[in-house]
Structures are given as structure tokens and as C-alpha cells.
DNA sequence: GCCCAGGGAATCG
DNA sequence: CGATTCCATGGG
């Protein structure tokens, strides 16, 4: 892991020596639901703290995107509080500026394949997301599509999140804890409302602990998951890649089973071995976008 | 009306 | 075991 390099600037975080990042790949992949466009880059909620992502280039003009080996800088201005310290390397982990993606992506890269993929879209990065909110989210995201699984996410925080300025957090557990299966129901959950309703009862009554699952194996953590009604092997493996830095994690969607038996019919190629849940990204978006 | 969506549980052979 | 089938809802 590299040291994220940041100033702080009154009501802003300013990381330096920034390469290779893609703000719409990034937050618009499918991997997170509650970030928006907003004023030249995105906003959306990081620790808890309503945030405005931007990245400017060389000359400090903001630009969608930064390539490899640009110095660029990321800026994220928290709307609503100062910045400490200690927030500003949480938030450089949860936008991923720990981790060297240009070093992953030469040795993913030596497979023809791959670098096809990564061509498409190099400047995705696999984001470190709040647990539980990663946790319902991919609950929610069963058997769905993309834009209605925002919509649900964002019709539960209005309802049960924080209000901040024109927006809501998505709510914790705690915020959660009232919340009936019909409830659900009601809120045109359909058949994910015993599943909800199940996760926040095992989160509050600590049957379910983050602690715990980022203290496990791949292979513990993902049973362990499991034990929740409605988390199967693809949802928990989303946790485990978008909350828990467990890189190895594969998630298998409808869009990735394509994909797979198309672009590697022979199985996972060994260039991945390891990181084959930030190598699943590029596929991802490779093939919800040519396949 | 049909099909599908970042799946999983229940059921069946 | 693996393979169907059903589950709610909304968009195309």
C-alpha cells in the first residue's frame, strides 16, 4: 500500500500526485449507487460527510479524467464540516488513492484480453464503501437493474437518513431499526423486504459484525455473510470487494457469466490471480458496454 | 403481452 | 448434488 499525499485547505482535502482516474468509471460502474454529477465531478457521502469529488490536471483546470503518470490532483470539499487529518486518509482509502492501479494493471495487462478490457475504461477504481451501507445496497441490487437500484437507495435515505443540505446519508442501522418488512413492501421493495429486514436485525443484534467479517478469510467471510437471508455467494463477495479490501473476491453477475464464457472460456487467467475482483471491474464495464 | 435486471431460496430429480 | 422455478417491480 502506497501513503496517500494530501494538503488540507480549510474545507477541503487536496491529494497530490494523482494518476490514473476516471470520476464517471469510478462512481457510474455499478459498484456504488449514491453518487451523482455534480458541478464538473461527483458528490455523495464518504464517512458519513457529504462530499465533492473533482480532479484537476497539471495546470489545475478540473477535468472528467487523469491518465497514468499525469500529476493531477484529486480535491474533495466536504460541504457541511472542516476536514481533520484522520478523515482525509479515511477518505484517500475509500477513493482507493492507497493502492498503485497503474502497477495492477501492467502485470493484468500482459494478458492480450485484459488489456483490452482495461483500455476501455482505465480509470476505474474499486472504491472502499461503507459496510453496511454495502450490505443492503447489493441486497437491494438482486435481480435488478441499475438505475432502479439507485432510485430504492435513494428512496430509503430520504425517508431514514440524516438530511444534509439538499440531500440524505443513507442511513445506518440504528436508522433502520424501525423499519418492517411491510414497511418495505410499501416502499416497492418486492420480494428483497424479508431479506432487508433480515440483514438489519443480524447487524443490530451483532449476529452480524463488521469487525468480525473483516477479521475473517475470503472463504469464512463469504459463509459468514451468508448466514443472512437473501445474501447468496454473489452478494456477499460484492461486500467483501466494495467494504472489506477482499481483493480475490469475484462476484458473478448475469453480465460477468457473459462475459466470462466469451472473453475466457478457459477459466480465470493467472495474469489476475489475486486481484481477480478489481481485474472483474474492467470486465464488467467491458462487457456491459460491447457485449 | 414479452423479456430482462450486478440473485437467492425453495423445490425437485 | 445440479437444474428449474418462483419471487416484485419497472423499463424497453
Known amino acids: 500500500m502506497n501513503n496517500i499525499q494530501f494538503v488540507l485547505n480549510t474545507d477541503k482535502i487536496i491529494y497530490t500526485s494523482v494518476g490514473d482516474y476516471n470520476l464517471a468509471d469510478t462512481f457510474e460502474c455499478g459498484q456504488a449507487f449514491r ?59 475509500f477513493l482507493s488513492l492507497d493502492t498503485d ?30 459496510f453496511f451501507e454495502t450490505l443492503i445496497t447489493f441486497i437491494i441490487s438482486q435481480n435488478n437493474n441499475i438505475p432502479r437500484i439507485k432510485q430504492l437507495c435513494d428512496r430509503i435515505s430520504e425517508k431514514y437518513g440524516t438530511k444534509v443540505g439538499d440531500t440524505c446519508a443513507f442511513p445506518t442501522a440504528e436508522q433502520m431499526r424501525c423499519i418492517t418488512e411491510q414497511d418495505y413492501k410499501d416502499m416497492k421493495f418486492g420480494f428483497r ?20 467479517v473483516k477479521s475473517l478469510s475470503y472463504e469464512d467471510a463469504q459463509e459468514y455473510l451468508m448466514q443472512i437471508k437473501g445474501v447468496g455467494p454473489k452478494v456477499a463477495d460484492c461486500v467483501l470487494l466494495f ?47 460491447t457485449l
Open 193 to 212: 423486504a424479508k431479506y432487508l429486514a433480515d440483514a438489519v436485525a443480524k447487524v443490530l443484534n451483532g449476529e452480524v459484525d463488521e469487525a468480525v
Open 101 to 130: 492501479y497503474t502497477a495492477l494493471k501492467k502485470q493484468f495487462a500482459e494478458n492480450e484480453i485484459m488489456a483490452k478490457a482495461i483500455e476501455f475504461a482505465p480509470g476505474i477504481r474499486v472504491l472502499n464503501q461503507d
Open 35 to 93: 453518487f451523482d454529477p455534480y458541478n464538473g465531478g461527483y458528490r455523495g457521502f464518504i464517512e458519513k460527510q457529504l462530499c465533492h469529488i473533482t480532479l484537476q490536471n497539471e495546470n489545475g483546470q478540473n477535468v472528467p479524467a487523469v491518465k497514468d503518470g499525469e500529476n493531477a490532483t484529486l480535491t474533495v470539499q466536504l460541504m457541511h464540516t472542516l476536514p481533520t487529518e484522520s478523515e482525509a486518509i479515511k477518505i484517500g482509502q
Open 243 to 289: 467494504s472489506c479490501r477482499q481483493y480475490r473476491s469475484f462476484p458473478k453477475d448475469v453480465w460477468i457469466k457473459k462475459a466470462m464464457a466469451q472473453l475466457f472460456p478457459d477459466g480465470i487467467p493467472k495474469e489476475i490471480e489475486g486481484y481477480e475482483g478489481i481485474a472483474q471491474q474492467y470486465i464488467f464495464h467491458y462487457a456491459r458496454h
